[in-house]
Protein backbone atom coordinates (compact mmCIF):
# COMPACT_ATOMS: atom_id res chain seq x y z
CA UNK A 1 0.00 0.00 0.00
CA UNK A 2 3.14 2.38 0.71
CA UNK A 3 4.53 1.77 -2.28
CA UNK A 4 1.18 2.53 -4.37
CA UNK A 5 1.01 5.77 -2.40
CA UNK A 6 4.44 6.71 -2.95
CA UNK A 7 4.52 6.10 -6.70
CA UNK A 8 1.08 8.22 -7.53
CA UNK A 9 2.25 10.45 -5.11
CA UNK A 10 -0.95 10.38 -2.07
CA UNK A 11 -0.65 9.64 1.00
CA UNK A 12 -1.99 6.37 2.77
CA UNK A 13 -4.65 8.42 4.68
CA UNK A 14 -6.13 9.70 1.41
CA UNK A 15 -6.23 6.29 -0.54
CA UNK A 16 -7.90 4.30 2.45
CA UNK A 17 -10.60 7.56 2.76
CA UNK A 18 -13.61 7.55 1.09
CA UNK A 19 -12.15 10.04 -1.33
CA UNK A 20 -13.86 9.30 -4.62
CA UNK A 21 -11.58 11.44 -6.90
CA UNK A 22 -10.57 9.99 -10.45
CA UNK A 23 -7.09 9.91 -9.77
CA UNK A 24 -7.14 8.28 -6.12
CA UNK A 25 -10.10 5.83 -7.51
CA UNK A 26 -7.59 4.92 -9.84
CA UNK A 27 -5.12 3.90 -7.53
CA UNK A 28 -7.14 2.14 -5.54
CA UNK A 29 -8.52 -0.24 -7.92
CA UNK A 30 -4.92 -0.94 -9.37
CA UNK A 31 -4.01 -1.49 -5.94
CA UNK A 32 -6.65 -3.91 -5.30
CA UNK A 33 -6.10 -5.83 -8.70
CA UNK A 34 -2.75 -6.56 -7.33
CA UNK A 35 -3.72 -6.89 -3.88
CA UNK A 36 -6.11 -10.21 -5.27
CA UNK A 37 -5.01 -11.17 -8.07
CA UNK A 38 -1.35 -11.63 -8.27
CA UNK A 39 -0.41 -11.58 -4.37
CA UNK A 40 -3.75 -13.55 -3.23
CA UNK A 41 -4.92 -11.59 -0.68
CA UNK A 42 -8.97 -12.64 0.28
CA UNK A 43 -11.25 -10.29 -1.12
CA UNK A 44 -12.38 -9.34 2.07
CA UNK A 45 -8.76 -8.95 3.53
CA UNK A 46 -8.15 -6.19 0.72
CA UNK A 47 -11.64 -4.77 1.65
CA UNK A 48 -10.25 -4.16 5.59
CA UNK A 49 -6.61 -3.20 4.33
CA UNK A 50 -7.96 -0.21 1.81
CA UNK A 51 -11.39 0.95 3.28
CA UNK A 52 -13.61 -0.36 0.71
CA UNK A 53 -16.41 -2.59 1.74
CA UNK A 54 -16.14 -6.50 0.05
CA UNK A 55 -19.30 -5.49 -2.45
CA UNK A 56 -16.76 -2.55 -3.59
CA UNK A 57 -13.81 -4.81 -4.09
CA UNK A 58 -15.58 -7.05 -6.15
CA UNK A 59 -17.22 -4.18 -8.19
CA UNK A 60 -13.55 -2.84 -8.66
CA UNK A 61 -12.45 -6.58 -9.95
CA UNK A 62 -15.53 -6.72 -12.42
CA UNK A 63 -14.50 -3.23 -13.90
CA UNK A 64 -10.79 -4.30 -14.37
CA UNK A 65 -12.15 -7.82 -16.04
Same mark, same amino acid.
Given at each position: ?? %? &????? %??? %??? #? #?? @?? +??? +? !??? !???? #? @? %? @? #???? @?????????? $? /?? !? /? /???? &? $??? +?? $??
Amino acid at each position: IE %K &ACAKA %KIS %KEV #L #LS @VN +RRR +R !VSA !VRAE #L @V %K @V #LVEE @VGISMAECAR $Q /TG !V /T /TSGI &A $QIL +RR $QA
